[in-house]
Structure formats: structure tokens, C-alpha cells
Antibody
Framework: EVQLVQFGGGLEQPGRSLRLSCTAS????????MHWVRQAPGKGLEWVSG????????DYGDSVKGRFTISRDNAKNSLYLQMNSLRAEDTALYYC????????????????WGQGTMVTVSS | EIVLTQSPGTLSLSPGERATLSCRAS??????LAWYQQKPGQAPRLLIY???KRATGIPARFSGSGSGTDFTLTISSLEPEDFAVYYC?????????FGGGTKVEIK
């Protein structure tokens, strides 16, 4: 079964840091770009960051650029999001997401989604 | 950043009716547009990618069309399970972006 299982998240104070993790199974992880997409409570979807299959290409949404860092460990079938200088507006459900295209430096659409992990930033 | 505007915000229809959802981009995204369905408490599900290609396992009643700046998702005959929120997403220019969503509700 193709699956993305997410870890991390929780409640953190403004200005602090959190790290999200995601472990993949059921597909060849090192062939696909991966992404983080978030959804604030009651709101729409926002692309946060993406990383190519071999980490050669990565990018961020404007609202997190310079504060968040995406990375992956293909040997561990794992994706990470290091979130620094957290703000109240980062409060959201964060999804780990698989890209539909294999071995491509371009990002595409998202065909497999994790269960989501909630991040709440509040003092 | 490319802004995607979805309309209408809410669509009230009955089962069996045809649903037509619109997504307009602030600049051309070629055919690099996807559509997702999200039900309450669930992660989104990919329906259509590259404007008109159905994702694996998606019923034929879902179809996508358009190119450039104007796109349409059509549900030919609404089933009870189709009442949900639908989002479009572009991959033409980074950062990738989503539209604000269209809610399809039961009339």
C-alpha cells in the first residue's frame, strides 16, 4: 500500500522551531519529488515547499522562504520540514505530499497525501 | 506569484445535475493545471492533472478542459459522494499555487 506517515507537529511558541517528518512506503521514494502543503483552519490549501527526487531542486512559498528548510533522506524514505522563527500565521494542518512525476526537476501535481499533522503557534 | 481565482465560491446543485467549476489564472499557465477534491476531515484527492488528464481511479464523469488562463472542471452527473470542495493548482511557475476553492453543496 502506498502510504505517507507523518510525525511531529504540536504546539509551539512564536519565534521557536519545530521539525516535521514524513516516512514513505509502497513506492520508490527516491524517484519522486516531494512537497509540504498546509491548510489553516477553515481555509484553503497553500503550497509550502517542494524538493526534487535527488534534492537537486528545491523551492519555497513566499510566506516561508528564509524560515523553513525542506530536506529528504532517500536512504530512510523520509522527508523533513525544519520550521524556524514560527509565527501565528504558520498555524495549520501540514500535509506531506508525493509528486506525480518521476525523476523530474519540474514540480507537478500531488497524487498521494499524508494524514496531516497539526502545527499550532501560540504563546 | 500566479493567482488562481475560482468561481463560483459555492455551487448549489442536486444529484444527477451537471456541475461546471471555473479556475482563472492571473497569467498563462499553459496546460499545467490540476484539480483536487476535498471532503471534510480528509486530505485532498487528485482528480485531474495537466488540465485534462484523469488521475488513476477517477471516474469518467470528471473531466477537465482549458489552457492558458481559463480552465473548467466538469462533473457530468453529480453523485452523492461528489459534494465537496474543489481546488485548482498550477505548476507552471514557482511558487506553485492553489485557487481559493469552490464548494459544491446539495441544493
Amino acid at each position: 500500500e502506498v502510504q505517507l506517515v507523518q510525525f511531529g507537529g504540536g504546539l509551539e511558541q512564536p519565534g521557536r522551531s519545530l521539525r516535521l517528518s514524513c516516512t514513505a512506503s509502497g513506492f520508490t521514494f527516491d524517484e519522486y519529488a516531494m512537497h509540504w502543503v498546509r491548510q489553516a483552519p477553515g481555509k484553503g490549501l497553500e503550497w509550502v515547499s517542494g524538493i526534487s527526487w535527488n534534492s537537486g531542486s528545491l523551492d519555497y512559498g513566499d510566506s516561508v522562504k528564509g524560515r523553513f528548510t525542506i530536506s529528504r533522506d532517500n536512504a530512510k524514505n523520509s522527508l523533513y520540514l525544519q520550521m524556524n522563527s514560527l509565527r501565528a500565521e504558520d498555524t495549520a494542518l501540514y500535509y506531506c505530499v508525493k509528486d506525480i512525476r518521476a525523476r523530474d526537476y519540474d514540480f507537478s501535481a500531488f497524487d498521494i497525501w499524508g494524514q496531516g499533522t497539526m502545527v499550532t503557534v501560540s504563546s | 506569484e500566479i493567482v488562481l481565482t475560482q468561481s463560483p465560491g459555492t455551487l448549489s446543485l442536486s444529484p444527477g445535475e451537471r456541475a461546471t467549476l471555473s479556475c482563472r489564472a492571473s497569467q498563462s499557465v499553459s496546460s499545467y493545471l490540476a484539480w483536487y477534491q476535498q471532503k471534510p476531515g480528509q486530505a485532498p484527492r487528485l482528480l485531474i492533472y495537466d488540465a485534462s488528464k484523469r488521475a488513476t481511479g477517477i471516474p469518467a464523469r470528471f473531466s477537465g478542459s482549458g489552457s492558458g488562463t481559463d480552465f473548467t472542471l466538469t462533473i457530468s452527473s453529480l453523485e452523492p459522494e461528489d459534494f465537496a470542495v474543489y481546488y485548482c493548482q498550477q505548476r507552471s511557475v514557482r511558487p506553485l499555487s492553489f485557487g481559493g476553492g469552490t464548494k459544491v453543496e446539495i441544493k
